[in-house]
């Protein structure tokens, strides 16, 4: 599992399944791994993540938080 956008690229161009670090906690989340999705992403926000504000709203919205 990577986050990096070089790494994408790469993988796109071979056909690789492609999942991010937001994906996977909605993964996580689906999958009972994990209580809330919105825990997470405040302390990766607070670690200094990049998460756009849309991004960080439709992930709570698809996690029904």
């Keep these: ?3 990096d956008r070089k790494a994408r690229l790469v993988a ?3 056909n690789l399944p492609v ?3 937001v994906g ?4 996580a989340k689906r999958r009972g791994l994990i209580d809330n999705v919105k ?3 405040d302390a990766l926000i607070a670690q200094e993540a990049r998460i756009s ?3 960080y709203q439709e992930v709570l919205a698809e996690a029904q938080e």
């Design 1 to 3: 599992m990577l986050d």
């Design 12 to 14: 796109e161009s071979r």
């Design 53 to 55: 504000p849309r991004l």
């Design 39 to 41: 825990e997470v992403l």
């Design 24 to 27: 996977t906690l909605l993964i």
């Design 19 to 21: 999942i991010g670090t």
